[in-house]
């Protein structure tokens, strides 16, 4: 497993020149035509198409390209739930390495406690999204857990202020260290940006919301936990009994995760319906999500998930029916209309 670059790593050594596309084309051909006993003209008709195909695809493939069963990517995707907040029964968040096996909870305090602290970790997330924000483990592209920070409801609220004075400011103000417009234009710009763009829409319309949906879920979650305790302490004094209760009570904790990100603001409902406009074409909601790749590191919205195919299949799905569900809640139906005249 290849890492980053350390500072104290030589990276001054020559590498040897990366081979032409027709270098490998000819050596895989020649290889083929070795193995059939074929001359290598006779081969190309022979052979099969993934190298005309696919060029270095085939050939050079990157890592993170190979398909993954549903059962893998179902797996891929409760770790990602049960590393985002406290819960799981055999997650320690605060290990290093919070995937790790970890000893089966045989005592009966062992359990009760781990069901208590967590409950009292996602209490104390709660009130950490309230104001600055809660911090979440991921895994990411170099399959290592890292620890990242959300923005709480009351960073939310700060940052609005930030970007509001900012834009009244015509860039004169820039708490966030952007460039300094140099120009009328650039100026109104700029304005337009921070105001509508940032202020309006990333603050309030969809950050509000997203922080409002995170303390949700820590409260639920909290409630989750100590419903646990009664199960821990009683079947869960028998070995088929602990599996059980973990089997249920990880698989319910995933379950609420899934449920508040697909609420509209949520994590999920935010990749289903992000867009691209550009000038060469516009890529809708949905779509956009789904041509995207496992891993995308250019926007926080993905740079935490694995965003294998299963993840963007139920996500889509649970997205969709949240904003059916906004739809009817927001608009009247005939029988209402008629009551109410």
């Not at 350390?6 to 035509?33: I, M």
């Not at 995170?214 to 602990?242: I, Q, S």
Request: proline residues 6%.
């Amino acid at each position: 497993m290849t890492g980053k670059v350390s500072s104290w790593q030589n990276t001054s050594l020559e590498h040897p020149q990366e081979p032409s596309f027709q270098e490998l084309l000819t050596e895989a051909e020649s290889s083929f035509a070795k193995k059939a006993h074929l001359a290598l003209s006779d081969s190309r008709a022979w052979g099969s198409a993934p190298y005309a195909a696919h060029g270095l695809e085939a050939l050079h493939s990157r890592p993170g390209t190979t398909t993954r069963s549903w059962q893998e990517q179902l797996r891929l995707y409760k770790e990602d739930q049960l590393l985002a907040h406290p819960g799981g029964d055999l997650v320690d968040l605060e290990a290093p390495n919070p995937l790790e096996p970890t000893p089966d909870q045989e005592g009966f305090f062992q359990r009760i406690g781990k069901d208590l602290r967590d409950a009292a970790a996602n209490l104390v997330n709660f009130f950490k999204d309230l104001f600055g924000g809660s911090s979440y483990r991921y895994v990411d592209e170099n399959q290592q857990v890292q620890t990242a920070k959300r923005r709480g409801l009351g960073a939310n609220i700060l940052e609005f202020f930030k970007d509001l004075a900012s834009g009244l400011s015509f860039g004169f103000f820039r708490p966030d260290g952007e460039p300094e417009p140099q120009n009328i234009l650039e100026r109104f710009s700029f304005a337009w940006k921070k105001l509508v763009g940032e202020a309006l829409v990333d603050d309030l319309v969809l950050g509000v919301p997203s922080s409002a949906i995170h303390m949700l879920d820590d409260a639920a979650l909290a409630v989750w936990n100590l419903l646990e305790v009664v199960p821990d302490a009683t079947v869960g004094n028998f070995p088929e009994g602990r599996q059980l209760v973990t089997t249920i009570f990880d698989n319910g904790q995933v379950l609420i995760d899934y449920i508040t990100d697909c609420l509209p603001s949520g994590e999920a409902w935010m990749r289903v319906h992000a867009f691209e406009v550009n000038s060469a074409e516009l890529i809708p909601p949905i779509l956009y999500n789904l041509k995207l790749p496992e891993r995308y590191g250019r926007d926080i919205r993905w740079s935490t998930v694995r965003n294998t195919p299963f993840r963007k299949t139920i996500e889509t799905v649970g997205s969709l029916l949240a904003d059916v569900a906004l739809a009817r809640f927001t608009t009247h139906g005939p029988r209402t209309s008629k009551r109410r005249q």
